[in-house]
């Protein structure tokens, strides 16, 4: 017995030593009395203190509230239907990282009913499992969402044993029975490719290297599938090659994708190609057409002009010989639409020229100011006559010399001002105005750029249309043409110029508000000659406040001038030679001082347009122009021609129409100075005067003869028999009064009555009357004689002399 | 004055018409006759201008000033005599304006006619 008891002890003592080395706690469990017993491991793993008092309740209150309920479950299916126990849980506080395996069974005792068991910690088992079945999972899904199959072989002996999943085996269209049978795989390959894919695998398995290849198999149902397969080969400890696993991917619906892609850019490229050989060749038949059409309007214009300036020269040697009213307008109409035509003509030349590259631009030296006044002086009377406002703002600055075309330039602006004409003269138009304004950028000490801008109050355009508007034979819209007329060329020519002279035209505008067109051009600087000339002495006189376009006047000629500023008239000294400017917007102070503007004879007067005439008249003695339009070149002009003491005859012609105005109408009034024969004789010099007069009498049913002068009147009267003389007093060699002594004295003489005398004269004094009297005259009519006073004066002295 | 001066026309067409009756187309013969004299005499008041014969020109003024009232040309004849005037004081700068002037008026009153036609 004691014997037997040792040995008990033995086997206790043993059992304790190996459960504390694996460290595995154990633990006991009433069914009936729910007693609990847990050894000391059993408490360190549960993070319980040794003498710790323990309940069921107590322990399940430490698990995990996901793993509770799996206490209850395993122990009464183990107590009650001996299902094995054994579950893994976490324990509330260690939370997700730790996991315990819990093992028991149930033993039936005299004092009832046990549960003993062990519990260890299986963490790392556990999360082990966890992270294997993870991947496992991770890896199916992307194999199933991929459609990707999955295949191995492994070497036992001399045989490769082949394995394939389900996925592989529905690529292939195989029956799960066919899964590891090469053969069935072997069978379908396409018979083109069967032999470069098995001895390619056979050369993996005998070499190791990677299997990848891209095949054809024709599934039982004749369907040709495309798949791509790929495989590694494995070795064994010993450095054999003893398996190999792989994939394999259907294709076919990427394949079929990429057929149709390349069958649908094949297509594509046929049709680009087709589509551009006939771009090209329409490119070709058009460029054909374009030089066709330039060399006809060539030739055409060319044709054209010889003989057009053969009309217009006709013409204006006809205009310049005696033509009659009528003749005379038919000769300048068709003489003004030769020309016209010829402008067309020339534009047409000029934009075939261009497009055919052959225009070349010439390099002059020309100044920007008489540009703009020669551009201003063309549209200044016809702006006026539309009762178009055209206004100019020049630049002040420096005058520059400026090198390039300045035909092709001037040609620009004044298209673009005739158009702002054109397009502003318009009915519903109330404000039409132009402004004009001009400057100068400097780019560097060679080259500056000049900006013209020109704007209108006219009937502007829309976006569309200016997009539009440098195309050739382009207007604005259809309706333009009619009301406006032109070619649409003149834009067209214009932005091809600008273009050649590396310029720009910007245009803004607004539809029924106006337009502003902005011209831009740089140009060389003629260095050489910018040697600066001495600024002459200018004095300028202010009456009243001065208006916008009187201080633009001033800027201009203080940039041009040594302005000495005059606001005193009571010190006026006009002694001196310089130069007298007068700048005035205020009509009634000047008319207030004019008596002191007698003194000042050398004088020039700007003022507003509308009182140009006023202060004209107030001020014969003054040269009165209008402030706008102006520009710089007139005023130098005007100041340059003021300090110049004689006239030009050439600029007094005035270029007289020497065709009889009645020989129009057919109702010819013959009033040509014949001798009548009559009993009155008419003594005057002026043979308009004669003719009026001649013309009152003859209305009165009188005729008279005449003598040009008194010398002629006393001859006349000598040798004739008149009732009557009327004579004029100043004239030349011997004049009335002369005349009217020597008849009395003649008179006297010879006893001859008296003859009635009447003095015809311009001058309206009493004393001049008295002398007339005095020197035996006998009555007076002053010039120009009414019907009514030679009436009177023939009813008094004519019917009732002898 | 200045108001008169101010009031004056270019061509007052009911001056004609007072002298010779309402002819229109002996008034356009009359009016081309001024012209036509305008154009001779203008000429030869600038060469007088020129040689400085302040007398010549006084008297191609008035010459031409009676022509220029019974045609009712109105600034001309104010011209003309304002010539007169600045002759007599040989005026030179003063009646050299005056005959720019006078040249404007030809040239207005041409143009008046013309228009009419």
């Known amino acids: ?802 | 004055m200045n108001t008169q001066i101010n009031e004056l026309q270019t061509l007052n067409r009911r001056t004609i018409e007072e002298l010779v009756g309402d002819e229109p187309a002996k008034i356009a013969k009359f009016h081309f006759e001024f012209l036509k004299q305008a154009s001779v005499v203008l000429k030869s008041i600038v060469k007088s201008f020129n040689i400085s014969d302040f007398n010549e020109l006084k008297s191609q003024a008035h010459y031409l000033k009676t022509s220029a009232k019974a045609v009712g040309a109105e600034r001309c004849a104010y011209f003309l005599e304002t010539i007169e005037n600045y002759s007599l004081d040989e005026n030179k700068p003063a009646i050299k304006q005056v005959i720019i002037k006078l040249n404007g008026e030809f040239v207005a009153i041409k143009k008046e006619l013309r228009h009419d036609k």
């Open chain 1, 1 to 802: 017995m004691l014997e037997l008891h040792k040995t008990n002890n033995d086997h206790i003592r043993f059992l304790n030593d190996a459960i504390n080395s694996s460290n595995i706690g154990i633990w006991r469990y009433n069914v009936e009395t729910k007693a609990v017993y847990l050894s000391g491991i059993s408490k360190t793993i549960l993070g319980l203190a040794p003498l710790a008092q323990l309940t069921w309740r107590k322990i399940l209150s430490l698990v995990h509230p996901d793993d509770r309920a799996l206490f209850p479950l395993f122990f009464e299916n183990n107590a009650q239907f001996g299902v094995p126990l054994q579950f893994e849980f976490r324990l509330k506080q260690t939370g997700q990282q730790s996991w315990f395996a819990l093992k028991g069974s149930c033993v039936n005792k005299s004092d009832g009913q046990w549960i003993n068991g062990t519990l260890q910690d299986c963490t790392v088992e556990k999360t082990t499992v966890i992270a294997l079945n993870d991947a496992d999972e991770s890896k199916q899904l992307a194999i199933e969402a991929g459609k990707i199959g999955t295949w191995r072989a492994t070497k036992s002996g001399h045989q490769w044993l082949w394995k394939w999943d389900m996925l592989a085996n529905t690529i292939f269209k195989l029956s799960p029975d066919d899964i590891g049978d090469l053969n069935k795989w072997v069978e379908l390959l396409h018979p083109e490719d069967k032999p470069r894919v098995q001895e390619a695998l056979e050369n993996s398995l005998r070499t190791g290297v990677e299997f990848k290849q891209h095949y054809r198999s024709i599934l039982k149902n004749g369907e040709i599938i495309y798949v791509f397969a790929q495989g590694r080969v494995g070795k064994n400890y010993k450095g054999e090659y003893c398996r190999i696993d792989g994939v394999c991917v259907d294709q076919t619906e990427i394949h079929n994708t990429q057929q149709a892609l390349k069958k649908l850019n094949s297509e594509l490229e046929t049709r680009v190609n087709d589509r551009t050989a006939q771009l090209y060749n329409t490119l070709q038949k058009a460029e054909r057409a374009n030089k066709i059409k330039s060399e006809f309007l060539s030739m055409i214009s060319h044709e054209l002009r010889t003989p057009l300036n053969g009309i217009i020269g006709a013409l204006d040697l006809l205009s310049h010989s005696t033509l009659s009213g009528e003749p005379k307008e038919l000769v300048n109409t068709a003489s003004s639409s030769a020309n016209h035509l010829i402008t067309i003509l020339n534009d047409l030349l000029d934009l075939n020229k261009i497009e055919a590259g052959k225009l070349e631009l010439e390099t002059v030296q020309f100044d920007l100011p008489t540009v703009i006044s020669e551009v201003v002086c063309t549209f200044s009377a016809s702006a006026k006559e539309k009762g178009i406002e055209l206004i100019v703002f020049e630049s002040p600055e420096e005058n520059l010399i400026l090198k390039g075309d300045e035909n092709r330039f001037r040609q620009i602006l004044l298209n673009i001002l005739g158009n702002a004409v054109k397009f502003t003269n318009c009915d519903q138009n109330e404000s039409k105005r132009i402004t004009i304004n001009t400057h100068y950028n400097r780019l560097n000490i060679y080259q500056s750029e000049v900006v013209v801008s020109v704007e209108d109050t006219g009937v502007g355009m829309t976006n569309d249309t200016i997009q539009k508007l440098f195309t050739p034979f382009t207007q604005a819209e259809k309706s333009t043409t009619r009301k406006f007329g032109g070619t649409g060329l003149g834009l067209s020519i214009c932005g091809k110029l600008i273009d050649l002279m590396g310029g720009a035209i910007h245009i803004d505008s607004q539809l029924n508000h106006g337009s502003t067109f902005t011209v831009t051009a740089p140009f060389w600087l003629a260095l050489s000659e910018q040697a600066d000339k001495p600024k002459a002495m200018l004095n300028c006189y202010q009456i009243g406040k001065l208006s916008i376009y009187n201080q633009h006047i001033l800027k201009l000629v203080q940039a041009n001038f040594n302005i000495n500023i005059c606001v005193d008239f009571d010190f006026i000294d006009d002694s001196s030679t310089t130069n007298n400017l007068i700048l005035t917007s205020d009509d009634e102070q000047f008319l207030r001082l004019a008596p002191k503007l007698e003194l000042l004879n050398n004088a020039l007067v700007y003022t507003e347009p509308s009182l140009v005439e006023t202060l004209a008249l107030t001020a014969p003695h003054l040269a009165v122009y209008a402030n706008q339009p102006i520009t710089l070149h007139q005023l130098d002009k005007h100041i340059t021609a003021h300090q110049q003491e004689m006239l030009s005859i050439d600029d007094f012609s005035l270029d007289f129409d020497n065709s009889d105005p009645n020989t129009d109408h057919g109702t010819s009034t013959n009033i040509a100075v014949e001798p009548d024969n009559s009993d009155i004789l008419l003594v005057e010099d002026n043979p308009f005067n004669q003719k009026l007069i001649k013309s009152q009498l003859k209305k009165l049913g009188l005729c008279c003869d005449i003598a040009n002068n008194g010398a002629e009147g006393f001859r006349c009267w000598y040798s004739h028999s008149y009732k009557l003389i009327l004579t004029d007093c100043h004239m030349p060699e011997v004049d009335g009064y002369e005349m009217t002594k020597q008849i009395r004295t003649e008179e006297a003489k010879t006893e001859r009555p008296p003859i009635p005398i009447i003095a015809v004269t311009g001058a309206v004094m009493q004393g001049e009357k008295d002398l007339c009297t005095s020197i035996g005259m006998n009555d007076f009519l002053c010039k120009p004689i009414k019907l009514n006073d030679i009436k009177s004066i023939m009813e008094r002295w004519y019917e009732h002399s002898n």
